[in-house]
C-alpha cells in the first residue's frame, strides 16, 4: 500500500512541475529588432534563472539605467540587473579580439529554461521582454564561465 501511495505521490509531483513549466514558458515574447553594423569594442566586468526568432541589430553604447547589458571577454556587465515587469533588457556585445585563432568574440546567449539562444557577433545586440517577476539566470553558451541574473519586479 506504501509503494502505492509513494507512486502516485511521485506521478501528482510530476504532473506539477510540468504544468509550471508550461506556465512560465508562455509568458516569455522577444522584441524582433534590425541588421547588425559592427560597433568598436572597450574592455570591462558575473551569476543565475517560449521561443520566438529574434533578429541581431547594431546599439550604440548605453547605461544600466536602459536595461543593457554589455557583453566582453570579461563577462557580462552588469552581471545582475533589476528591471519592472514588462520591461525590455537588452544585451550588447562590446567584445573583440586581436587573434580570432585564440579567442572567439562571438557570444550565444540563453535565458535559462526561457529561450532557446541567440546568437551575437561583435557589434551586434538583442532584447527580450520580461513580462512576469521572478529571477531569471542566463548564460553564455560559447563562454560558459559568463552567467548573470536578471531580477524582474
Not at 526568432?53 to 548605453?62: F, G, K, L, N, V
Not at 585564440?102 to 545586440?125: E, F
Request: with cysteine; glycine share 6%; hydrophobic share 35%.
Amino acid at each position: 500500500m506504501k509503494n502505492h501511495q509513494d507512486h502516485l505521490m511521485k506521478h501528482i509531483l510530476l504532473l506539477l512541475a510540468v504544468a509550471l513549466l508550461l506556465a512560465t514558458c508562455g509568458c516569455m515574447q522577444s522584441s524582433p529588432e534590425a541588421a547588425p553594423t559592427p560597433v568598436p569594442a572597450t574592455i570591462a566586468a558575473s551569476p543565475t534563472e517560449s521561443p520566438v526568432t529574434a533578429i541581431p541589430t547594431r546599439e550604440p553604447t548605453a547605461s544600466v539605467s536602459d536595461n543593457t547589458i554589455t557583453i566582453e571577454k570579461e563577462g557580462f556587465s552588469p552581471s545582475t540587473i533589476t528591471v519592472k515587469r514588462g520591461s525590455t533588457v537588452r544585451w550588447v556585445n562590446k567584445d573583440s579580439t586581436e587573434d580570432p585563432a585564440l579567442y572567439n568574440p562571438t557570444h550565444r546567449i540563453k535565458i535559462i529554461g526561457v529561450y532557446t539562444a541567440q546568437t551575437l557577433s561583435p557589434g551586434q545586440g538583442w532584447s527580450w521582454i520580461f513580462t512576469n517577476t521572478g529571477v531569471y539566470a542566463y548564460e553564455d553558451l560559447i563562454h560558459p564561465d559568463l552567467q548573470g541574473t536578471v531580477i524582474v519586479e
